[in-house]
């Protein structure tokens, strides 16, 4: 299972972005990118929203949570 923190740092490599990008995005420090990375603390839920936005994906791709790991309920 991977952390929000890890899951960040993942998206961002995969996309060559630096964490002052990022952070100049979410309108933050780039200290504050590094903190989450090393899970020293996690993302403020009101960023989540923006950070899936900056990386062009889910908030679900965000978390890690594929299709096959929803619940379905009748």
Do not use: H, M, Y
């Amino acid at each position: 299972n991977n952390s929000i923190g890890k899951q960040i740092l993942k998206l961002r490599k995969e996309k060559n972005v630096s964490q002052t990008d990022l952070a100049n995005f979410l309108g933050i420090q780039s200290q504050t990118v590094s903190k989450w990375e090393r899970e020293v603390c996690v993302p403020d839920i009101a960023k989540l929203p923006q950070i899936a936005v900056f990386f062009g994906i889910t908030l679900d791709e965000l978390f890690g949570i594929g299709s096959r790991c929803r619940i379905i309920r009748n």
